[in-house]
């Protein structure tokens, strides 16, 4: 499939800051939700208000166990009366098990349809504009949770509007067997193919978090920078009263931190971060940026050492790196 990809890592990442990158999210899968019941059991099993979600708009939830540990994340998508679930491919099988055991004379029914759908993401100022330009709209409401199906050149496709940090984002979910004749249309617009490395850099500076790294039962939706998925209004779900306990009470134990490591040093997946002589935090992701010329990482850190005067360093194989705090590592 050829692709117009910016030749360097550098001036993707400058696509993305500067005018918009065309990103293929490989690792998101959807499954198809139907039944009459389908949106209140959700709305039982998960953080925010899923009463909210009207046609044509997307809401992003987390389903958390009794304890309010996150199970996993999921984006539900309404669009010309049809719902779609959308999720990390490798979760999904967990997301179906996790809502069956709930149901009981429900009338819900769950099926993975991820070798049925291709989801691509445009990110950057001129994301909004391009997807215009791709589907040859002109009146698009763009607001972020909006999403649209809408029909050209003998294709569907649903159309999500969102932002990352103030930059905008929108995901497209259409037909895999029509990817093709997609890319055709992107390549005639001019926009550039972004890697997932690229994407990843993007994820890590912005604290987005992914189900295997971040997403896990040990962490709970407040640590996990996930604030704006929980709804503290609504009635009552699994795992409410911990997680409300604990933003009441500024209970919460861990902080997703941004971090910045020396390019010399070779980081690992759950390397223990320190400050003085403490064991202070786990590093969970990272991703060398040819952009910052360092390596780019998340790591959960006790929230009391989550302090711009406080030094962390990791420690490993290779010696000490220092960690330097990046710019939105102590943000909410």
């Given amino acids: 499939m050829n692709q117009v990809t910016a030749n360097s890592e550098i001036e993707q990442y400058k696509c993305l800051m500067e005018s918009c990158g065309l990103v293929r999210m490989d ?25 909210k979600l009207e046609d044509n708009s997307w809401i992003d939830t987390v389903l958390t166990t009794n304890k309010g540990r996150i199970v ?9 009366g049809s719902l779609l679930i959308s999720s990390e491919k490798k979760v999904l099988s967990e997301i179906v098990e996790w809502i069956d055991f709930y149901t009981f004379s429900e009338e819900i029914e769950l099926e993975n349809k991820s070798e049925m759908f291709s989801l691509y ?104 920078n996930l604030l704006s998925n929980i709804s503290f209004n609504k009635g009552c779900y699994v795992g409410q009263e911990v997680v409300a306990r604990l933003n009441a ?26 400050s003085d ?23 959960y850190i006790k929230k009391s050492y989550c302090s711009s005067e406080i030094g962390f360093y990791l420690e490993g194989k290779d010696g000490k790196s220092k960690c330097e705090i990046g710019n939105f590592g102590l943000t909410d």
């Fill in 72 to 80: 996993a994340q999921i984006r539900l998508l309404k669009s010309s």
């Fill in 249 to 274: 009470y500024d209970k919460v134990r861990m902080q997703l931190v941004f971090l910045y490591i020396d390019k010399k040093y070779n980081p690992a997946k759950d390397m223990i971060v320190m």
């Fill in 121 to 224: 993401t445009l990110i950057g100022p001129h994301a909004e504009i391009g997807a215009k330009k791709i589907t040859n709209l002109a009146n698009i409401n763009t607001r972020v949770g909006y999403s649209v199906s809408t029909s050209f050149n003998q294709m569907d496709l649903i159309l999500n509007f969102d932002q990352i940090a103030g930059i905008p984002k929108v995901d497209m979910v259409f037909d895999k067997k029509l990817e093709e004749r997609f890319v055709d249309l992107v390549k005639k617009q001019e926009i550039n193919q972004v890697t997932s490395k690229i994407y990843n850099i993007l994820r890590i500076e912005n604290r987005l978090p992914m189900h295997g790294l971040e997403l896990s039962d040990k962490y709970n939706p407040l640590e996990a």
């Fill in 27 to 51: 690792s998101m899968g959807v499954l198809s939700a139907q039944g009459d019941d389908v949106l209140d059991l959700i709305d039982r099993l998960s953080t925010n208000d899923i009463t």
């Fill in 277 to 299: 002589s403490n064991e202070v935090g786990v590093l969970t992701s990272f991703e060398f940026s040819s952009f910052a010329d360092k390596w780019v990482a998340l790591a």
